[in-house]
């Protein structure tokens, strides 16, 4: 008889092993060599990213990295670590880490649950709004893994928890959390990762997703249409992504007199160089350099209980 033994594989994107330029290269190699992630016909795509986006891209976001990163490493790396403890701390089964890129790898977190004697997979993306760029990839990753193994876990694959009850009731308290620190501010704005524009009109629901975190997020708040925002961020090469952009938004904003905003991302569950760079350092001198005046950024929900609490309640009802 074959057993049932449960066992989680948390995702998340991956990072960089170190600040260096070359670290960061071969991780830039493998991210934006998936077609998930970039879906450029190779045969353009391999001169451009080898001839010149690695060699020019690599050393500049590598001092990028060397100003985000902590002690224990990278902060994407760091958080998620917790996280997996955390969890692992209030579940009575085995719980591995595995990123889409970099280290740990998907199939070394596969490897040790199935070591484990695990022949049930509960699969947790890290992503609460779905996107066929980030949880296509870990669908991507997962059979990629399975297809050297002869024989096959169960699999639970948990697509995304954009209106999870508990996600929004964390983020809820964490925006509360700001508001008793820093003052509630003219306009709380949410930035969620961009992707092509495309690839929504392509059918990826991410966008929806997005506004239904936003729209769950805002009611649960009570704020007024005009106190909130939503945003996107992160936009990479030249075709149109999904709008309003957040940089160019925060540079009209003072204009506007909206003096004092705080900004969240969540669709991070964990913070990373785009949200500590990229919001907390770029974006914030852009609002304040279009003449606003007061700004700050919401930490990402990380190894919050609460956050721990939803991605137990996630396990849970898989069980
Ligand atoms: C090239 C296209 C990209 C798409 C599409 C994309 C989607 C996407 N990404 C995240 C989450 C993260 N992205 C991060 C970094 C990052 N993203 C891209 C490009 C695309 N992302 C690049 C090139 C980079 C690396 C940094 C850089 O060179 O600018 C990270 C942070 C990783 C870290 O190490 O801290 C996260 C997390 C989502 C959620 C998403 C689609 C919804
Ligand atoms: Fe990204
Ligand atoms: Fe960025």
Redesign the pocket.
């Known amino acids: 008889m074959r057993l049932d033994k449960p066992g989680v594989l948390l995702v998340?994107?991956?990072?960089?092993d170190a600040p260096t330029s070359a670290a960061v290269k071969r991780y830039?190699k493998q991210?934006?060599s998936d077609p998930r992630?970039?879906d450029t016909p190779r045969w353009l795509w391999w001169p451009l990213l080898n001839g010149v986006i690695l060699p020019l891209?690599s050393p500049r976001?590598s001092k990028l990295?060397a100003s985000v990163w902590m002690d224990e490493g990278?902060?994407?790396m760091v958080y998620s670590k917790r996280q997996r403890e955390k969890l692992a701390a209030r579940l009575d089964m085995p719980v591995a880490l595995g990123m889409s890129y970099g280290n740990p790898s998907l199939k070394s977190a596969v490897d040790s649950l199935m070591a484990q004697g695990v022949t049930r997979l509960i699969v947790l993306p890290l992503?609460p709004?779905f996107?066929c760029?980030?949880v296509g990839a870990v669908w991507d990753g997962l059979t990629e893994v399975f297809r050297g193994y002869r024989s096959l876990p169960d699999v639970q694959f948990i697509r995304d928890y954009a209106e999870h009850p508990r996600y929004i009731a964390a983020l809820k308290s964490s925006v509360e959390r700001s508001f008793a620190k820093h003052g509630q501010p003219d306009l709380l704005v949410m930035s969620?990762?961009?992707?092509?524009q495309r690839?929504a009109n392509e059918g990826d629901d991410?966008p929806i997703r997005c506004k239904d975190t936003f729209a769950a997020l805002t009611q649960a708040l009570g704020l007024p249409a005009d106190r909130v925002m939503m945003t996107f961020q992160?936009r990479?090469?030249r075709e149109p992504w999904l709008m309003p952009y957040t940089d160019e938004t925060l540079g009209g904003l003072g204009a506007k007199g909206i003096k004092h905003i705080q900004v969240m991302s969540p669709?991070?569950a964990?913070d990373?160089?785009?949200t500590l760079e990229e919001i907390s350092e770029e974006n914030c001198e852009i609002f304040l350099k279009g003449g606003g005046e007061k700004f700050e950024y919401i930490p990402a929900l990380n190894d919050d209980d609460e956050h721990i609490e939803m991605m137990l309640d996630l396990v849970n009802a898989q069980r």
Do not use: K, M
Request: proline fraction near 8%.
């Open positions: 998340n994107l991956g990072t960089p830039l991210f934006l992630v970039v891209r976001v990295y990278s902060p994407l992503y709004q996107s760029s980030t969620f990762h961009g992707i092509p690839f991410y992160s990479f090469g669709g991070f964990a990373c160089l785009e």
